[in-house]
């Protein structure tokens, strides 16, 4: 056995498995889980907080029920994933509506609660019989059932003996409430007087059932928001899932029709699609014909005809007519799987910055409570009193918050990627967002990026007492029995169709037939007319034509040239504002072709090109890129063919446009599935923008725990302004994450 055939062994021997993780409520659970997991022998995990979902990497002798297994041990449930699931279930909305109900009681009783301990805090004559049980009564549906959450939770990771953001929020509500009970109840004496309200909250009082109740209050207005922005955050996926169709009605031997859900639907089973109706699986169509809106997948506004031998797509709708479709892909095989995937590779791994976070959450509790323990000792020994030692403490237990630390980089990546999926744009990693901002080259490949790949009749010559309908359609007529590229450009320019007998096809050279009598020649001028004895005005028609690049066609009838078609690769209408979007931005363009100079200076000057490199060879592609790189430049690459794979590899950001080939799109960095070419300037700026807000994200998640905890510890906050700001900081992160809704909107 070879080294490459051991090494082939061992990578089949791994096997990736998916989990669905519930239970995590913060950035240091999801790090708790991952590290359970990586400490098994030959596994690689990683888990998002944010999409609760753990992808592993295994030996093929750890099963997944094994891996859910070590997940459990470690205080969560987990299960296989079946595959992607972005369909009409949402924990996040189905949890922010139970945290909302918590938080409206919690809210209503709070309200007289701080009230009624502010007046007795500042008027300890208002104080009565009973004002103490009253407090009570008021508090304990607040920081028992309203924070039932927050218990449950850090008592499940005490016995596994861990801790989290919940056992932070429960230990302070706890601490201020058994605190409160004791001082109300056994001390002795009303506490000390203030002169003013602001001064009564700020300073210690023997009175916090209302600091357990307002911690209680904020952490869960916080969570709600989270809830429903994370909610939000799907929206745009789960929109995307909606375009699959969820049943199918399969066509029978007998002809009669049955319907079953989609995703039981073979391959080769035929399947009927009526108006209205979406397209259950990519296919081939069998019978029929149709307008089918392909926008959702495409980018296509205008609705394309198709007819029987033509591909379908799933996903797409039928407008008019009724299809039956041949399904040539199911289930994960189809595009619109393949695009849900791409969605799920993006959000799964991890930029540099995240995985430090996740490290930080990980060890972030313990610090916590060390730092808060460390607190109250001091300022007890510091003679400051054990009310103002609490007081502190409590601030540092509220305020600390890993939870955005563990969102910073996965809500943006979550919301980024809906709205890429909107726009037919998909970041495959964090490769892309760590490269665009230095970008400042952006390289072009011409067939079927610039162009669209399909040559069309750009001009007709026609001989005098001919028309140019009557030569077009003898030269379809002709061409219709032809395979050639040529043929067919042709043949698109005429609806009108004429019998040819007698057909006859010259490699290299032309097609002959009999058209109404005539015998039709279409071909090589130089075939067509050997003698090359043709009226000037043709002769210009050619030079010209083949000076922009063009293919010239002669059209002879019996003997005699009759008129003359030129073809083209015609260049996509949005190219041209497309390269302008990019000049505006700043960037440099170049075209870089393996066609002749002439077409391609003909293409870059049609679409405002700044240089051209023409009649490259594959290879050669790879070493232009590479002497820019040399030069100090950062090269981006938009391509679609199999020989753009190296060059879309080599470049600092590969980009797939168009359906491409599966070369291109593996090679590619982001895969842009419309034709329309104004997706490069939006990828670009989606791409930046996630980029921006991942960092605005990280830098406020680091900086407000690096700046809170001291001050906190320092005796400046009180409890409840500290639980407000620890609410807000994770609100911060999940809705300016939100903002990415926007990009490439007028």
């Not at 293919?551 to 390269?579: Q, Y």
């Not at 680091?702 to 005796?715: H, L, M, R």
Request: glycine fraction near 8%; charge should be negative; charged fraction near 20%.
């Amino acid at each position: 056995m070879t080294l490459q055939e051991a090494g082939d062994v061992n990578v089949a021997k791994q096997h990736r498995v998916e989990l669905d993780v519930s239970g995590m409520s913060c950035g240091a659970c999801a790090a708790r889980v991952q590290n359970k997991l990586n400490r098994l022998d030959g596994v690689a995990a990683s888990v998002n907080f944010a999409t609760r979902v753990a992808t592993v990497d295994a030996p093929a002798t750890v099963s997944a029920e094994t891996l859910c297994e070590v997940v459990r041990s470690a205080g969560y449930a987990a299960e296989p994933r079946s595959g992607p699931d972005f369909g009409e279930d949402d924990p996040d909305a189905a949890r922010a509506k139970s945290l909302l109900m918590r938080l409206l009681v919690a809210a209503v009783l709070f309200v007289p609660l701080a009230d009624l301990s502010v007046m007795f805090a500042v008027v300890p004559d208002t104080r009565f019989t009973g004002w103490a049980w009253l407090l009570t009564a008021l508090a304990a549906p607040i920081v028992t059932w309203a924070a039932w959450p927050f218990h449950v939770v850090a008592l499940r990771n005490a016995r596994h003996g861990a801790a989290s953001m919940e056992s932070l929020i429960s230990v302070g509500i706890s601490a201020a409430t058994v605190w409160s009970l004791i001082t109300i109840f056994a001390v002795k004496g009303p506490p000390r007087q203030t002169s003013g309200i602001w001064q009564a909250l700020m300073a210690s009082d023997p009175i916090y059932l209302e600091v357990a109740a307002g911690v209680t209050v904020f952490v869960l207005a916080g969570r709600y928001f989270e809830a429903r922005a994370k909610s939000q955050a799907g929206d745009a996926l789960r929109a995307l899932a909606a375009l699959s169709a969820k049943s199918v009605s399969v066509l029978l031997e007998d002809a009669t029709e049955i319907s079953i859900p989609a995703i039981q639907l073979k391959e080769q089973q035929r399947f009927v699609v009526r108006p209205g109706e979406t397209i259950a699986a990519d296919g081939l169509v069998a019978e029929g014909a149709a307008a089918v809106d392909m926008s959702a997948m495409t980018g296509e506004s205008k609705p394309t005809r198709v007819q029987p031998g033509d591909s379908v797509i799933g996903g797409t709708v039928v407008l008019d007519g009724r299809l039956i479709v041949e399904a040539a892909a199911v289930g994960a095989d189809t595009h619109f799987a393949g695009m849900v995937r791409l969605v799920e590779a993006a959000q799964a791994q991890k930029a540099n910055a995240q995985r430090l976070a996740d490290r930080i959450a990980s060890v972030f509790v313990p610090v916590v409570f060390a730092i808060a323990a460390a607190t109250a000792v001091s300022w007890w020994l510091a003679g400051a009193g054990m009310d103002h030692a609490f007081s502190a403490a409590l601030a540092v237990l509220v305020i600390a918050c890993p939870c955005a630390l563990g969102l910073a980089t996965p809500t943006a990546m979550m919301v980024a990627s809906g709205r890429g999926a909107q726009l037919g744009i998909f970041l495959k990693g964090h490769r892309a967002l760590e490269t665009i901002r230095a970008v400042d080259t952006v390289i072009f490949d011409k067939t079927g990026t610039l162009t669209t790949g399909k040559l069309a009749v750009t001009a007709v010559w026609v001989a005098q007492g001919r028309t140019r309908d009557e030569v077009v359609a003898l030269a379809a007529a002709v061409e219709a029995a032809s395979e050639h590229a040529v043929g067919t450009a042709i043949l698109s320019a005429t609806a009108e169709r004429r019998q040819v007998d007698d057909f006859v096809s010259f490699a290299g050279r032309g097609v002959t037939g009999i058209v109404d009598g005539q015998c039709v020649q279409v071909g090589r001028p130089s075939w067509v007319s050997p003698s090359g004895d043709v009226p000037k005005d043709l002769s210009y028609f050619r030079r010209d034509h083949e000076s922009d690049g063009d293919t010239v066609v002669f059209v002879a009838l019996d003997g005699v040239v009759a008129g003359a078609v030129a073809v083209a690769d015609a260049v996509k209408e949005s190219a041209a504002n497309a390269i302008a979007g990019l000049h505006r931005r700043g960037l440099r363009t170049i075209l870089l072709t393996g066609d002749n100079s002439t077409a391609a200076g003909t293409v870059a000057a049609q679409v405002g090109i700044d240089e051209v490199v023409a009649e490259v060879l594959p290879e050669g592609k790879v070493d232009i890129i590479e002497q820019l790189r040399e030069r100090g430049r950062v090269v981006a690459m938009v391509g679609d063919g199999i020989n753009d794979g190296p060059a879309l590899v080599s470049a600092d950001l590969g980009l797939a446009i168009g359906r491409g080939t599966d070369v291109a799109l593996g090679a590619a960095d982001i895969i842009l599935v419309r034709e329309n070419l104004d997706s490069v300037p939006q990828a670009l700026d989606l791409s930046l923008a996630t980029l921006r807000t991942i960092r605005i994200n990280m830098l406020w998640a680091f900086g407000y725990n690096v700046a809170a905890i001291p001050i906190a510890a320092a005796g400046l906050l009180n409890p409840l302004v500290a639980s407000a700001a620890m609410a807000f900081s994770s609100f911060f992160v999940v809705s300016n994450s939100l903002r990415l809704r926007n990009v490439g909107r007028d």
